[in-house]
Structure formats: C-alpha cells, structure tokens
C-alpha cells in the first residue's frame, strides 16, 4: 500500500507564507504526477498544482504565481510554498499522487488525509 503524509499547514496572517510538504512511503515503484488540491468549507475539492517528474509544473489560476511547487524523486516528496497568503486560501489542502507499485500495473491515484491552513485577515 501507499501512505502519503502532509504537514505544514496552520493558521497564518493573511500576506504570510507557509510551506506545505507530502511524502509518499509504501510499496512504490515510481510516481507520475504529485501534486495538491484543496477544499474550502462549502466547497468542493479544486485542484492548486502539480508537477511532474520531470519538474513541469501547472498551477490554477487563482494561484497568480504566488505560489511554488518543487519535488525530490529520490524522496519521494513534493512541497508546496504559498506566499501572499489571503483568507480565500483557507481550506483544507490534500496531496495527491499518481504511483505505479507493480512494474506491470497502470499508475494508481492516491490522496493523503489533508492538512487545514487558516489565513485570517
């Protein structure tokens, strides 16, 4: 099985930074895509970026390159840098990976529990 275990997160000023990071541990062969997306209360999950493992990065557009995505293949985590913080950036932020754990098997999409940022104004 995969884990994927997010830290990180807390309560904030808006304006403020904060560094959200995933790592994946389990039986992994390889990952695709890591990546995060949030839900805020009320509303449904939205994706916030991605990278892949050849360091493309994607990212929605309220991000407003406010935010940065980076990985480390060889630890299998990804970090997410959110700068400029304001309270419509509260929710609470999910890791989410594509990993393949048998040579022979397609990619397997995999979440972690989530990790709340308030942003007070």
């Known amino acids: 099985q995969v884990q994927l275990v997010e830290s990180g997160g807390g309560l904030v000023q808006a304006g403020r930074s904060l560094t959200l990071a995933c790592a994946a541990s389990?039986?992994?062969?390889?990952?695709?895509?890591m990546g995060w997306y949030r839900q805020a209360p009320g509303k449904q999950r939205e994706f916030v970026a991605h990278?892949?493992?050849?360091?493309?990065?994607y990212f929605a557009d309220f991000v407003k390159d406010r935010f940065t995505i980076s990985r480390d293949n060889a630890k299998n985590t990804v970090h997410l840098q959110m700068n400029s913080l304001e309270p419509e950036d509260t929710g609470v932020y999910y890791c989410?990976?594509?990993?393949?754990?048998?040579?022979?098997?397609?990619?397997?999409?995999?979440w972690g529990q989530g990790t709340q940022v308030t942003v007070s104004s």
């Open positions: 989410n990976a594509g990993v393949k754990t048998r040579y022979n098997d397609p990619y397997s999409n995999y």
């Open positions: 990278i892949t493992r050849d360091n493309i990065a």
């Open positions: 389990g039986s992994i062969i390889s990952i695709n895509v």
